[in-house]
Structures are given as C-alpha cells and as structure tokens.
C-alpha cells in the first residue's frame, strides 16, 4: 500500500510544475517514488502542449530501482478527449546502495519506451465526472511495453476548493505471446485542495 | 541488430500471426490456465518431473535454446543440433518454449519425435505457443511434465525451469523459486524460461511483463548468486551482465527468417574444473 502526495503549481497560465512523493507502507516500508515535471501549454488550437518530468520508483526489499526521464506532446482535439504520446528513458538499478539515488543514471539495462495516453471524460455534471483511461505512464510509474493499463477516474467537488478524487486501473499483460491476463487491480483514492 | 530492423521485424510478426491466426484457437488467448493454476499443479507432485542425466561428473556440456516452432511442414533445426551432438559432446539439451507454432496435434506428434531423434535426454519448459490450444497444457504436462522444477546435475549444477509462458510468473511461483534458489551456495545456478527479463535498450513487448515482477526476479538473481538466466521468446540473441548475473536471450531454432539477424543456434554451457562457461553455436 502506497500514501502518496502531489502538488501543481500553474506558475503561468500556460505553463505548470507538479511534484509528487510517495510511501510504502505495508511492502517495502519507507520511501517509494518521487516525480518532478512541467508542462506547457503551446496552443490554444487542440489544447496542443508539452510536458516533461523525472520520476525515481524503489523497491526498498529488493534493493532495486528505477530512475526515469519523459516527454510527451499533449493534446486536446475535442472536448472531454485528451491525448498524449511520447517516450522515457529508463535507468534500473540494482546495485546495493545506489538503486535510491534519484541522481544514479548508469544502470547496465537502461532502455527507451513508448508512452501514450488516452483519456474521455465520458460523464460531466456539475459536480462530479468520471474518465475512462489508457496510459503507460501515471502519476508514479511507466509500465513494460508488454502492458496495456486502463481504467476509471472520477472526481467529485465536495464544496468550495476540495475535490475527491478516485481512480482504479488493471493491465492486460502478455501481449506479445498473445496469452492475456489481467493484472493486480490499483485503487487510488484521495482529496485535492486548490488553493 | 538494427532498430528499424527491430521494428520491421515484430511488424512483420504481428502481421505474421494475423495471417496465421486463422489455426490459433482465439479463446485460448483469454481463457488458457493461468500461471497460478499451472505452477500450483507443478507442485501438487502430481506430474513427474525429469530426474537428473546421467554425465561424467567432473566435464559436461549441455545445449540450451527456444522456439523450434515446428508447423505442419516439419521444418526445424534439431537435426542441426543432432550433428552437434557428438562433434561437441553435449549431454543433454534444454528447450525453453514454444515447441510448435500452432500447437496442432501433429505439431506435437513431429516435436516429441524431433526432440527423440536428437539422441539426448532433454528438459522443457514451456512458452506461449504451447498454450495455443485449448488442450495445449494438458499435452505439455503429460508429454513433458511441470513446467517449473529444480533438477541438479551430477550434484554440482542446478537448472531451475520457471513458467513464463504468459509473460508473468505469479506469487507462487516466486515462493518457489526463492526457496530452490536458497541452497546455501552448494550449486551453480542456471535458471531457465521462455520470456526474458531484460531486452535491450529499444525492447519490444517481448519481455516478461510486469516491473515488479521484473526487479523481484533480478533481485532474486543476485541474492542468491545465479550464474545465468537463460530465455528465449524474442528470437535472437542477446547477452547482458546485471549484477553478476547473466542475462541471455538465447537465439532461436525456429524455421524461416523470424530472427533479428543473430542467426540460428543455440547456448552451449560446459562445466569443467568445477566452473562453468559458456559459447554463442550459431548455424551456418
């Protein structure tokens, strides 16, 4: 089980900072991912935009790690409809004593991936609305091209600046066997303040 | 081997299976076994797991690769192999998946006898292509057995066969794996399986699928200082050192040209003077 924070700065009207933490708690006790990035929106036209950030995932049992750096070209064509796609660079680590540095980029299987995002804000109300997604990459971590993650996100304005959010997500796994198999399912449950 | 030539490749296959798919039983694709239902059958002791070849204990050699694939027309590289037998000296071989394409019952009837004629006594395990039809893991476990088990060489070499036929290998199997793993340090150890962990710096999907999994896996690996983990799946050849810890995507057997331009071939491991190396056969 993960407790995790994030923050978003709209420094700009076009251009945004996030940064997150995360914990384990019951697995893996002490830190388990931090996220830093940016965003900028280009044009008006599309929603089209950029963002970029670093992310460090640990694992703290099995001395393992994994540092990441992404960009990807956001886009809005239509209402309700955001897209993005792009790649990240993936740096595992698993050497004792370097894999919880978010500064070790030399791993000896470093890779490039794909990402994509789909998401359709299917239902909007005054003051709720629900999604329905497929990412690679969230708010912590980039999956193996061999996953197809999707799911629901919902949000709910509780009154004045907070909102609920939810979100719970599964993957189709084995794609290029052929041999399918759903994942764990992930429930993210958590309040949002604007300030 | 080149990206583009990567990317080309798996197209290729995409469109390959597409083409193909019309002898794949579709619904197997979803309602196969799954790796937790497969390795708690391994270990219920129900199915007889190949015991240990009998090999000069002090010098032996073994073959190990994947993906003969054989179709109805019966082209394979076994008989290859089979001329490396004596001219090498190996033992035995491993075959690590995918046997046949379609995994038809004539495909199975022309693996059993291919990998008869080799001469050699052999261990699988098994890969996606096995489970193809709906039928496809019973003949696996009743013609080979489990499709995860330990079995140790002339008491000085271990081969542990895990099961990745769906690109994951599940909590139990895990358990397992780490309690054969922890020997105390009395064996080397070679673990066997279809998909491999690692795939280079532009993978594919073709990898074991889950991170977690993946990092577990690893750090499994070094914990318990694995000489080598062997793949296939990816039909090439690829070798990558992680923390002392071999990674090898073994090359393929598999008739036609989906390779990645590493050629035909097979591993060769030799154990002598109480350690053990390694040799890349690639075919003419």
Known sequence: MLVGSDARWQVHRRFGITGGVALSLVQHNGLSALALGADA???????????????????????????RAFGLVTAGPTRGLELAAGAAYRAPLFAAGRYASPFNWQSPVPEWNLLYRVEWTFL????????AWIANVDRFTVHNPQQVPFGLRGAYNLGREWNLLGRCG?????????????????VEVGVQREF | MSSSRRRLLVACSLVFVALAGCEYDWGQFIAHPTVEDRVRENLSGRLHAPGPVAVDPDSFS??????????????????RLKADVSAKGIAFFCALGDFTE??????????????????????ATIGNHDLYQPDGWEW????FGP????????????????DTADGLLGPTQFDWLESELDDGGRYIKIVGTHFPVFDGPEPAMGRTASTGERFKLQHLLQKYGVHSIVSGHIHGWRHTVVEGVNHFICGT?????????????YLLFTFAHDSLSWQRVVFD
């Open chain 1, 124 to 131: 909007r109300r005054k003051q709720a609305e629900v999604s």
């Open chain 2, 147 to 162: 499709s995860c088990y330990p079995v140790v060489i002339a008491d000085r070499v271990k081969l542990i066969f895990l």
């Open chain 2, 62 to 79: 073994f073959a190990m690769f994947g993906d003969p694939q054989v179709e109805h027309d019966n082209v394979n590289n076994l008989g």
């Open chain 1, 170 to 186: 599964t993957a189709i796994n084995g794609l290029s066997g052929l041999i399918l198999s759903l994942g764990e399912v992930a």
């Open chain 1, 41 to 67: 929106s280009l044009l008006d036209f599309g929603d089209i935009g950029l963002a970029a950030g670093v992310r460090h995932e640990q694992w703290n049992d099995w001395q393992a790690g994994e540092n």
């Open chain 2, 140 to 143: 696996f476990k009743t013609t």
């Open chain 2, 253 to 265: 057997m598999a008739p036609g040209g989906f390779d990645y331009g590493s050629g035909k071939g």
């Open chain 2, 102 to 123: 379609h995994s038809t019952p004539d495909e199975h009837d022309s693996i059993v006898k291919d990998f008869q004629s080799v001469g050699i006594p052999y261990y």
